[in-house]
């Protein structure tokens, strides 16, 4: 009796602490971005070229798996390239060439940590943010190291530019202003609480926006990073917020959806909750935004925050939705599928991708 | 059920959340939170490992016994009748045979439950981060807590443990470096199982095979989980080894004897 229990004490334990290591599975949602004729889907073991008008595959990177984990969006770059970072062992970033899903770079770039950050192009130069709480400066033609500036703890907000300085955020509670010439700091501010998700540069450059745990989206300026306005929020706002004119729309973990006035940082919506909480950015589109849920659902709304459409995708939407051509590009966790084109006018499922 | 066990797991993970918020944040507030947290488990499962300790004790007296000894002998062609005659003693005499097995299967829980929470909290990826901010009780302030500083000693807690070789020597079999933790663990275990058998007199008791034969597979069991899975999970093993013996100790029921060479063995019959 006692012999029987002591075995099955060791198998459960030996199950179902198995079960809770997540060492060899991902460790966030898919990364996704689109050119104008293909998807790219950054989902596990493989990047995937899947094509816009059918949803069909065109290629998966690498051919068979390893130890890489893509979770990060796919960076398509001017020359070329689509840049590809791994959550896995392997700690690459690697150089695809999106015509034919091979290798670019004779070997891919490795940092000491994993990436869970996307990277940013400016010119002809990669700037990396790892997990270990180091930028990179890579060459754009062949990923070879330029310089490293070490931050503060772990980075995971793709970095943002105004075409001067990168900005960086940070677990830390930090947004960094990088000077690349000079090949440091210029400024750093306070957020009050980690930053996960990617500041945003308005377009004439001025001003940076940003979020944090803190429950609040900061205005700052880009020059120097003092603080213009700071909004409130109801809880945070994970991810970029979307820049459509004068609005920023906004969404947080709760599932609140906000339109905030870029000059004074107010809130213009009464309390917009459509379902479930929210982590990808919100897509401005034509007439208005629309945001992806975990509960699988896109909702669109209009200027006022009326409800325009909403379609049930399914499984948990984690990913920020994008947009390219007359189509909405959806990438659930939990579904049978791994990728939708959702038409954009929210009327029907176009097309869904399953991997094969 | 799915519901009920993450509820267990958000209730421990605020509770080592809380410790270390209380802790200051500051490097090493993660490793000693864990330990004061063992020592809160410890504190509430003593009258349980109390029970398993009286169950054990007189199962090791049952087997001594001469009227135990005797239909062990009688029937042993009869498994039924033996199975009987052993439930009518443990009635007689008021001895609950799981009695003894109670704070293991407790303790199982709390160990899935609490490497659970160790990762939860310390939230390395985004999905993970995002459970975090989910699971934070309203009274706890998230933004001042996220990241939390992992450090303790020369641990990661939320990965395994290892010492890296010198002159950047690796063996694919121990990808972390020299495993100090595991053996740590493995040692306590040991000694803390050693240490609270009670000696036996008998020698073909079975109890005390059963125990001497868990004396191996359980501190190996226990090294192997540390070697691949967060430190984290060590530093509870450690601590909750050491206030083991403690309390074996308090109740005077440590047996230094086992662990001295030859120590442990049926003693031989004196001679008159």
């Given amino acids: 009796m006692k012999r029987f229990a002591l075995i099955l ?23 996704l971005s689109a050119d104008a004729n293909n998807a790219y889907l950054a989902k596990g073991q493989f990047v995937y070229a899947v094509r816009l008008s059918d ?19 796919p960076v398509l770059t001017p020359d070329g390239q689509l840049l590809a970072a791994s959550a896995g062992s392997d700690n690459g ?15 891919p770039f490795t940092a000491p940590d994993h990436w869970v950050a996307a990277p940013l192009v400016l010119q002809d130069t990669i700037y990396a943010a790892n997990n270990n709480g180091i930028l990179y400066a890579l060459k754009l033609a062949t990923g070879e190291k330029l310089w490293s500036l070490p931050l503060g703890h772990s980075l995971w907000g793709t970095p943002a530019t105004d075409g001067k300085l990168i900005f960086v955020p940070s677990l830390d509670h930090f947004l960094y202003a990088v000077d690349p010439q000079a090949q440091k700091i210029a400024w750093k501010v306070d957020l009050g609480g980690a930053a996960a998700g990617s500041p945003v540069v308005s377009t004439d450059g001025k001003t940076v926006y940003v979020s944090s745990s803190a429950k609040k989206l900061f205005a700052l300026d880009a020059t120097t990073g003092s603080i213009q306005w700071t909004a409130n929020t109801t809880n945070w706002v994970w991810n970029a917020p979307a820049l459509s004119g004068d609005t920023l729309f906004a969404s947080d973990i709760s599932g609140n959806v906000y339109s905030i006035g ?19 950015s919100p897509l401005a589109i034509q007439n208005g935004v629309a945001v992806a849920t975990e509960s699988g659902f896109i909702y669109a709304f209009d200027a006022h925050g009326a409800p325009l459409w909403n379609i049930s995708v ?43 | ?156 807690l939320g990965r395994p443990e290892g010492i ?61 989980l540390v070697l691949n899975y967060a430190s984290g999970l060590a530093v509870y093993f450690v601590t909750s080894n050491v206030l083991g013996i403690v309390q074996y100790a308090m109740m005077g029921r440590v047996n230094w004897r086992n662990v001295l060479p030859g120590g442990g063995k049926p003693a031989p019959a004196k001679k008159k």
Wanted: glycine residues 8%.
């Fill in chain 2, 164 to 224: 890296p070789f010198p002159g950047g020597f690796t063996l694919s079999f121990l990808p972390y470096g020299f495993p100090t933790l595991a053996i740590i663990v493995a040692l306590t275990t040991y000694l803390q199982t050693k240490l609270t058998m009670p000696p036996s007199t008998n020698p073909g008791d079975q109890t005390a095979a059963m125990n001497s034969m868990m004396s191996i597979y359980m501190p190996l069991f226990l090294g192997w």
């Fill in chain 1, 55 to 73: 949803g069909a595959k065109v290629w998966q990177y690498p051919a068979s798996g390893g130890s890489q984990i893509f979770d990060a969006n």
């Fill in chain 1, 9 to 31: 004490f060791v198998l459960l334990g030996a199950v179902l602490l198995s079960a809770c290591s997540a060492s060899a599975q991902s460790v966030s949602w898919p990364g």
């Fill in chain 2, 1 to 156: 059920m799915g519901a009920i066990w993450d509820q267990f797991i958000t209730l421990f993970t605020n509770v080592l959340l809380l410790i270390y918020n209380f802790l200051g944040h500051g490097e090493n507030a993660f490793g000693v939170a864990i330990i004061l947290f063992t020592i809160l488990i410890r504190a509430i499962t003593w009258p349980l490992n109390a029970q398993q300790l009286k169950g054990a004790k007189a199962m090791q007296d049952l087997q001594n016994d001469k009227e135990w000894q005797d239909i062990q002998k009688k029937y042993a062609k009869d498994r039924e009748k033996l199975a009987q005659e052993q439930m009518r003693i443990y009635k007689d005499r008021g001895i609950n045979p799981f009695a003894s097995c109670l704070p293991t299967l407790i303790q199982f829980p709390i160990i899935i439950g609490l490497y659970q929470s160790i990762i939860r909290a310390l939230a390395a990826s985004p999905l993970g981060l995002l459970q975090l901010a989910r699971s934070v009780y309203p009274f706890m302030n998230i933004a001042a807590l996220v990241p939390l500083n992992s450090k303790f000693l020369w641990m990661d």
């Fill in chain 1, 262 to 280: 870029t000059v004074n940082g107010k809130n213009a919506w009464p309390v917009v909750q459509p379902d479930g909480p929210i982590t990808g």
């Fill in chain 1, 314 to 356: 399914g499984g948990n939407i984690y990913t920020s939705p994008i947009a390219s051509g007359n189509l909405i590009l959806v990438a659930p966790l939990n579904a049978d599928f791994m990728l939708a084109g959702v038409s954009n006018d929210g009327k029907q499922i176009l097309w869904k991708f399953t991997g094969k």
């Fill in chain 1, 93 to 107: 970033l690697y150089s695809i060439d999106p015509a034919t899903g091979k290798d670019k770079w004779s070997a």
